[in-house]
């Protein structure tokens, strides 16, 4: 029996993430990204389900390998309301279809996992010029926030936010939902978010405007160097207020943010490579959360998972 995520980040050596999926199918034969929607559509489509299926089932696969939980994400970064409307797609309960997909593949895997409600800034994930003001942001992502918590996601996960006033909106529209939740922002080696705003400071502006705060803070897409880079400018060293700091979603190439968006090629380190500095990371800043972003597939979850399962 999976324990409740709480209980897992307090006992288990690691929880591993998925690696990623919206930049491989990207990037597969077949053209299944949405240009509005990304992945969400794939799920009413019989063969873009059965990438995600694959995709999602490899991730699931190197996780009970290792013993470890993992957390799945739905394929709901961009099924925010107004997305679905412009992609057809209005109508259609793709929260709770999304949900149903992702428990359906954990329980035929017989893996220990936890379903993560994933969503997304309203515009340009690498753009803090396009975040939505603080009240705007909670009403905006309250409908979507609402609809995943009632499908029966284990959490919510907000990823790729580049500012701070969107993402505390949408903080206070998850805590409505009463769920536990998480936050995921790209991060600048002097540790800032994108907008330019301390990640200290963020984390301290959240928790004290969102009821219940969140569960913690990740490092999203971001490489383990610049992540580990950023900690050590926030907090100088482990301890302190890095326990708000729980995970890495490790993106595999060091560029600035700005120049992976929409790179047609990914370069970064091998699986292998990757998961020795992750590793190193998740054990300087004591993180409880790991795994990869763009760029990495279930080799670096099952290198990841190896090396840590011990911990």
């Known amino acids: 029996m999976t324990p409740s995520l709480a209980a897992a980040l307090r006992s288990v050596p690691l929880i591993l993430t998925e690696g990623a999926v919206i930049e491989r199918l990207r990037r597969e034969p077949g053209g299944w990204l949405d240009p509005v929607a990304a992945n969400a559509p794939l799920l009413y489509d019989p063969a873009g389900r059965r990438a995600l299926e694959r995709i999602y089932g490899e991730y699931l696969a190197a996780a009970r390998e290792a013993g470890l939980p993992l957390l ?3 394929p709901t970064w961009r099924a925010n309301p107004e997305r679905l409307r412009a992609a057809g797609l209005e109508g259609r309960p ?3 279809d999304a949900f149903r997909f992702l428990d359906a593949l954990r ?13 997304g800034c309203r515009g340009d994930a690498y753009d803090p010029r396009e975040t939505l003001p603080e009240d705007e942001a909670e009403a905006f992502h309250a409908p979507q926030a609402a609809a995943l918590a009632g499908a029966g996601v284990d959490l919510l996960y907000g990823a790729t936010l580049p500012a701070l006033p969107e993402a505390a909106g949408m903080a206070r529209a998850m805590g ?3 769920l536990p939740f998480i936050l995921g922002f790209p991060l600048r080696p ?3 978010l994108l907008d330019g705003v301390p990640m200290r400071e963020a984390a301290a502006r959240i928790d004290a405007s ?3 705060a969140p569960l913690g803070y990740m490092g999203h897409c971001v490489h383990p160097a610049t992540f580990d880079a950023a900690m050590g400018a926030a907090f100088g060293c482990p301890g302190g207020g890095t326990g708000r700091w729980i995970g890495l979603q490790a993106n595999a190439s060091p560029l600035d943010p700005e120049e992976l968006d929409g790179a047609a090629v990914l ?3 091998s699986p292998d490579d990757l998961a020795h500095v992750i590793a190193a990371v998740v054990r300087r800043w004591d993180l409880r959360i790991g ?4 760029g990495t597939d279930a080799r670096l979850t099952a290198a990841l998972g190896k090396m840590l399962a011990a911990r």
Do not use: N, W, Y
């Open 210 to 212: 969102a009821h219940p």
């Open 94 to 96: 793709v929260q709770a």
């Open 72 to 74: 799945l994400l739905t």
């Open 176 to 178: 409505a939902t009463g």
């Open 267 to 269: 370069h970064g380190d």
């Open 107 to 119: 329980r035929k895997e017989g893996s220990a996992a936890f379903i993560g409600g994933l969503m």
């Open 291 to 294: 795994g990869g972003c763009c």
């Open 190 to 192: 002097d540790g800032t």
